[in-house]
């Protein structure tokens, strides 16, 4: 191989390394500039679940008599 053709090959290798450096930076300062959508997710929580709450016990109806006073 001639000096000239191996100065051609060299020239081309760096301007397509050259290009493929420009194009990462673009495409890295394209991305690092967009918020990320993750950062402020909130926890999921379900708006009702499929197993129901018990009620909580209710007192005795005749407790409310006894606090009744005699007549």
Sequence with gaps: MSDT???G???WLL???ITAAA???VAYKRRA???DPWANVQPY???RTLDPQPEPPRPPE???EDDSPVS
Aim: charged share 30%.
């Design 5 to 7: 053709t191996k100065r």
């Design 33 to 35: 500039n967009l918020e």
């Design 62 to 64: 005749s407790a409310a």
């Design 9 to 11: 090959k060299a020239k």
């Design 45 to 47: 929580v379900p708006k």
């Design 15 to 17: 301007l397509v390394g």
């Design 23 to 25: 194009a990462a930076a």
